[in-house]
Structure formats: C-alpha cells, structure tokens
C-alpha cells in the first residue's frame, strides 16, 4: 500500500469516539499529541496555540456540570420554541469529560488591539487563530489513531466557554477553539457517518 493510501485510509477510519475506557493516557502519550498538534500550519507560523490537557477528575467533573447548568439554562429558555427536546438528548454528547480520561482544551490567542484596528470586522478571519487551532486540533486527532487513542472534537460545550475558560486558567488572552476528548475507547466503534459526494460539495470556477 503506497504511503498516500495509508494516508487516506486514516484519514477514513478516524472516527469520533464518546464513551471511553476509564484507565488514564500516559503522559509521553498526550506529550506526543501535542508535539503532532504543533506540526499543523498556522498563519504566519505564529503557532498562537495553546493546549491545556486536563487530566484531573475534579476539574474534568467541574466542566462537565458547567457546561450541563449552561445548557439546562439554554433549553429552559426556548422551550417554548419548541427546540428543547432535541437539544436535551445532545447534552450528554457535550459534557463528556468525566468519562474521557483527558481532555485537551486548544485555544488561540486573541487578536490584539493592532490587529483589530487593522483588519476591522475581518479580524478574526484575517488573524487566523482559530483556522490555525482547528489545524492543530485535526493533527493531534489524527496522530492518537496509530497510538490506539480515540478521540472527539467538542464544540457543544464551548456554550459555556467563559467557565471552561476560567476553570483551565486560560486568561482573557486566549479563546476556546474546541475542546478534543482524549481516551481508550470502549466498546466497538460506531461505523462512519456517510459523507456527502465530492460532486455535491465541490465546485470549480475554471
Ligand atoms: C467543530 C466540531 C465540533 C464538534 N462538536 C461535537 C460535540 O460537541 N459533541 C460531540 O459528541 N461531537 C462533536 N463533534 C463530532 C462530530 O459529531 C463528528 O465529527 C461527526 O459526526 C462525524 O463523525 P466522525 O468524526 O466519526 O467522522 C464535533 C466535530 C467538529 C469538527
């Protein structure tokens, strides 16, 4: 199999994974993670990335139950939208860190005061902290897979972002991206989500 196979094939086979066997990950494991996460490009080479890898139970507990009083609060108050329902049976899926055996919180730096008044409402896109951390985020995701580490990329618990923040001490000069739930996995593996064709998400402009 040539090398760009394999690639492919992992690139195929890396599945999101969210219930996880209880033992902890090795520390040189999730060193080896984070080392994977900042090969990914990042605008300017800036590397504004930061990891912050919670492995303690407590403060795993802790984020859970902020991000479930976050979300109780959001459902309460559309309930008469009729949205409640389907966001209650998500909660779970977005406050799962006491079963993950870590979590990895990848954050960007802010834009500063020059760039904002550089690149106006542009800002964000323009200094390309998130793209960059999402990059960093795919790499760490991918090297767990020859590892034998499942992993799932979080965004649903980032409604309570503030707290998140403020629990992994992250400052006011760093914003969540995602969160990535790191583990063995327990159990089999679901099977892939179909993905939509190539002829349906491409487009050319030849
Ligand atoms: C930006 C982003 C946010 C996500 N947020 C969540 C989440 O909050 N909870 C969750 O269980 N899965 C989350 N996922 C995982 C997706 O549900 C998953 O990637 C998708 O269903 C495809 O499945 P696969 O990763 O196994 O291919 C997220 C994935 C991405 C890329």
């Known amino acids: 199999m040539s090398s760009s196979d394999e690639l492919l094939n992992l690139l195929r086979t890396r599945r999101s994974v969210r219930r996880f066997r209880p033992e902890p990950v090795e520390r040189a494991l999730l060193e080896k993670l984070v080392e994977a996460a900042c090969w990914a490009p990042s605008a ?122 403020e629990l992994a001490g992250l400052g006011r000069k760093q914003e969540i991206v995602c969160l990535v739930a790191v583990g063995r996995a327990a159990g089999d593996v679901a099977a892939a989500p179909a993905r939509k064709p190539v002829a349906e998400i491409a487009r050319f402009i030849e």
């Open 44 to 165: 300017g080479n800036r590397q504004d990335w930061l990891f912050t890898v919670v492995t303690s139970p407590e403060v795993r507990g802790r984020m859970a139950e902020a991000v479930r009083e976050k979300w109780r609060a959001v459902i309460d108050a559309n309930r008469s939208q009729g949205y409640a329902e389907g966001m209650e049976r998500y909660v779970q899926a977005y406050a799962m860190f006491p079963e993950a055996p870590a979590v990895v919180i990848v954050s960007a730096r802010v834009p500063g005061l020059v760039q904002q008044k550089m690149y106006g409402d542009e800002t964000h896109v323009t200094f390309g902290g998130f793209c960059s951390g999402a990059m960093a985020a795919q790499n760490l995701m991918l090297a767990a897979e020859p590892l034998g580490l499942a992993t799932c990329c979080m965004t649903g618990a980032l409604v309570a972002q503030p707290k998140l923040a």
